[in-house]
C-alpha cells in the first residue's frame, strides 16, 4: 500500500496502538516487531478488540479485511510519520510549523519539559510524552500532532552513531538543541568523540537544511560543533544572547536572567547542574516572543517528577531522588551539588552505571575517588561494576537489599541522594 493512501486511513483513524493491551475501538494497530515480542501475533486479537485496521509484515492464519500487509511495519510507521510531518510545512497563510528536536548526554528531558513548559503558555505545542525518544517513539509523537499544532518539541535518544541522524529524515527538524556531550553510552558510542559525533548529526542535518541552532554558549565543543550554522541563538552566563546565573542553589535552584530578559526564576529544581536546562528553556521562550512574566511563571511552577531532580520530604528526612538515570556525568554533577548542600547529616544510595563498555571499571572508580574527597554520614553502592572495585563503603547487590538497610538504620534529619541507572531501579529505596 503506497503511503499516501495509508494515509488517508490514518486521516480517518489518528489514534494509533502498537500494544493490544491498549487499544481502543477504530484505532489502527501496528504490528511492531522486537528481540522478544513479535507484535503480527496479536493482530487477530487487535481486530477482535475492534481497531480500524491491523498493520502487519507477515502472512497471518486468518483472513480479514482490516489485514493491512506491509513490507516492514516499522519502516512504515516511519514513513508515515514523515508524511504527516510533511504537512506542517506549508499550513495555511503559508505558516511553516516549528519542530524543534532536542539531544544530549544529560538533561534533555527536562529540558524538553521546561521548554514545553514555557512554549504552551503562548502557543498549541506538542511535545514527546515522557520517555517515548527513541526509533518507535518518535514517529508516534509525530503522528500525535494534529493541526492546529504552533509548535512542536520532539526528543532524540541515542546511544550509537547514525541514530539521530536517521531520526532527522522523519522528523525534518527546523530549529535543534545539544544540551550537552557527556560520558553517556561509551559503549555504544566508542567514547567521547564518538558522543560528540553521535549527538552532533542533529546539527549536521540543520547545517544541511539551513536550520537554526539554540546554542549553550558555555560549552566550547558545542560552539567548535555548530561551526558552519549561519543561523544560532545563545543561552549562556556569559557573552550570549540569554545570559543567567546561580543566584542561589541551597535546595532549589534559582537563577538571575540578566540579558534576553530581566527577571529573577525561583524554580523547583535541584542541583546547578539544571542551569543550562532552565536557560535553554529561556532561550526558546525569548526567541519566539513568549511574554517574560509567563516564562518567569512556567518555569517557576514546573514541578519535576519520574525520578528526575526530585525533591522528597518523608518524616524529618529530605530526599533528592534522582533516580530516572545514570551516567559519569551526571552522577559526578550530582554528588558535587549534594557536598554544596548545608547539611549535618547526608547519605548517599548510588546505583551501578550502565552501557560504559570497557570504560565502566575505570568509571566506577573515578566516582569512588570523588566520593572519597568528601565527608559523608553513610555511603550504599548498589550493582553494577561497583562489585568489581576496591571502595570503603556499604554494598548490595540490589536495590531492595538496599531498602531493607535504609529501613533498619531508621535515619531522621537526614538529606539523602538517591540515584542510578534505570535498570538498577533506585526508586525501590523508597517503596
Not at 250 to 266: M, P, R, Y
Amino acid at each position: 500500500m503506497q503511503i499516501e493512501n495509508l494515509y488517508t486511513i490514518y486521516l480517518q483513524h489518528p489514534s494509533i496502538q502498537t500494544d493490544t493491551r491498549k487499544i481502543k475501538k477504530d484505532d489502527l494497530f501496528f504490528a511492531l516487531k522486537g528481540e522478544n515480542f513479535n507484535g503480527n501475533l496479536f493482530a487477530q486479537q487487535a481486530i477482535e478488540l475492534g481497531v480500524a485496521y491491523a498493520i502487519v509484515d507477515e502472512e497471518i492464519s486468518f483472513n480479514s479485511p482490516k489485514i493491512i500487509k506491509v513490507n516492514n511495519v516499522l519502516q512504515t510507521l516511519q514513513a508515515l510519520a514523515k508524511h504527516h510531518r510533511e504537512q506542517f510545512n506549508n499550513m495555511p497563510n503559508g505558516r511553516q510549523v516549528p519542530f524543534i528536536a532536542i539531544t544530549g548526554s544529560n538533561g534533555k528531558t527536562t529540558t524538553k519539559e521546561l521548554i514545553h513548559q514555557v512554549l504552551s503558555t503562548t502557543y498549541q505545542t506538542y511535545t514527546t510524552e515522557g520517555n517515548l525518544n527513541n526509533h518507535i517513539g518518535i514517529p508516534l509523537t509525530i503522528l500525535k500532532v494534529k493541526k492546529d499544532a504552533q509548535i512542536v518539541v520532539i526528543e532524540m535518544g541515542a546511544n550509537h552513531q547514525k541514530e539521530i541522524e536517521s531520526y532527522c529524515t522523519y522528523t525534518l527538524p527546523t530549529h535543534g538543541l545539544i544540551t550537552n556531550c557527556g560520558k553517556a553510552h561509551l559503549e555504544g558510542f566508542g567514547g567521547l568523540l564518538g558522543i560528540r559525533k553521535g549527538k552532533g548529526e542533529l546539527y549536521d542535518y540543520l547545517r544541511a537544511n539551513k536550520g537554526k541552532v539554540f546554542l549553550m554558549n558555555d560549552y566550547d565543543y558545542l560552539i567548535e560543533m555548530a561551526k558552519g550554522i549561519a543561523a544560532t541563538f545563545t543561552y549562556g552566563t556569559i557573552n550570549a544572547d540569554v545570559i543567567g546565573t546561580i543566584l542561589k542553589d541551597d535546595t532549589f535552584l534559582q537563577v538571575a536572567i540578566s540579558k534576553g530578559i530581566t527577571e529573577t526564576i525561583k524554580t523547583q529544581l535541584v542541583g546547578d547542574y539544571n542551569l543550562p536546562n532552565v536557560l535553554a528553556a529561556v532561550a526558546i521562550g525569548v526567541y519566539f516572543k513568549v511574554d517574560e512574566v509567563k516564562i518567569k511563571t512556567a518555569l517557576e511552577n514546573y514541578t519535576p517528577s519520574n525520578s528526575r531532580s526530585q525533591l522528597i520530604k518523608k518524616a524529618s528526612n529530605t530526599i533528592i531522588l534522582d533516580a530516572y538515570n545514570a551516567n559519569p556525568s551526571s552522577m559526578q554533577l550530582a554528588i558535587e551539588n549534594f557536598a554544596k548542600i548545608e547539611a549535618d547529616k547526608k547519605v548517599l544510595l548510588l546505583g551501578g552505571m550502565m552501557e560504559l563498555g570497557n570504560e565502566s571499571i575505570t568509571e566506577h572508580q573515578a566516582i569512588v575517588d570523588l566520593l572519597n574527597n568528601y565527608n559523608w554520614l553513610n555511603v550504599v553502592l548498589v550493582g553494577g561494576d561497583f562489585n568489581k572495585i576496591t571502595h570503603p563503603y556499604v554494598y548490595f547487590d540490589n536495590a531492595s537489599q538496599a531498602k531493607e538497610w535504609l529501613v533498619n538504620k531508621k535515619f531522621f534529619d537526614t538529606y539523602f541522594l538517591i540515584k542510578g541507572s534505570r535498570s538498577m531501579q533506585m526508586e525501590k529505596v523508597l517503596a
